[in-house]
Each structure stands twice: as structure tokens, then as C-alpha cells.
Nanobody
Framework: QVQLVESGGGLVQAGGSLRLSCVAS????????MGWFRQAPGKEREFVAA????????PYADSVRGRFTISRDNGMNTVYLQMTSLKPEDTAVYYC?????????????????????WGQGTQVTVSS
């Protein structure tokens, strides 16, 4: 069973940047596609970005495309989310997730139901 631990959240001013990290353990990292989701208070969990096992496929939510970049280091069993030009509406708990559909093909990678393992989340707060 894969265990995921996120880090890198915090408080940042609007326009600033943060990099989130998610380390995977107890599994073969390249067997999984990885995703980032977020959940703001009073709202449903929403898709942010995903990355296939090779890094070749990287879908993004429209709300973050051009501002956020997802990447992975398979040697370090880590997936990253580089966030720039942050806005107050980016405030949320950010979750890392792993899906066995490692190529992200033939699935809806934006659906949380496609992911098998989840981290505990890391809080990101963007002040105006």
C-alpha cells in the first residue's frame, strides 16, 4: 500500500509562490500516476493537476493552467506542485493522490474516484 506525505504548504501573499512536495513510500512509485487536488472550506474537493508515470502527460485545471506546474522525480519517489502568481482563491488544503492508471490514459484523471491512495493534505493560505 502506498503512503503519501505532503509538505511545503504555508502562508503566502498574493502574487507569491510555493512549492508543494509529496513523498511516496511502501510502493513502486513508477507504477502510479500522481495527482494534486485541493479543497477549500465549504467546497468540494477539486482537481488541480496530474502527471503520468513518465511525466509525459500533465493535465491541469483551467483555473491553474499557466500558473502551476506539476513534476515528478521518480528517483526520489516525489511529486511536486510549483505554484506561482498565487491568488486568495487558491487557499485550500492540497492533497496528493496516486492512481494505478499510471499513464492517465482512458480515465478521467480529474475525477477523485480514479485515485487509490491519498495523503493527509497540506494547508495553503494566500493573503490579499
Amino acid at each position: 500500500q502506498v503512503q503519501l506525505v505532503e509538505s511545503g504548504g504555508g502562508l503566502v501573499q498574493a502574487g507569491g509562490s510555493l512549492r508543494l512536495s509529496c513523498v511516496a513510500s511502501a510502493g513502486t512509485f513508477t507504477a502510479y500516476g500522481m495527482g494534486w487536488f485541493r479543497q477549500a472550506p465549504g467546497k468540494e474537493r477539486e482537481f488541480v493537476a496530474a502527471i503520468s508515470w513518465s511525466g509525459a502527460t500533465t493535465p491541469y485545471a483551467d483555473s491553474v493552467r499557466g500558473r502551476f506546474t506539476i513534476s515528478r522525480d521518480n528517483g526520489m519517489n516525489t511529486v511536486y506542485l510549483q505554484m506561482t502568481s498565487l491568488k486568495p482563491e487558491d487557499t485550500a488544503v492540497y492533497y496528493c493522490a496516486a492512481t494505478k492508471y499510471r499513464t492517465l490514459k482512458n480515465i478521467n484523471s480529474e475525477s477523485s474516484g480514479q485515485y487509490d491512495y491519498w495523503g493527509q493534505g497540506t494547508q495553503v493560505t494566500v493573503s490579499s
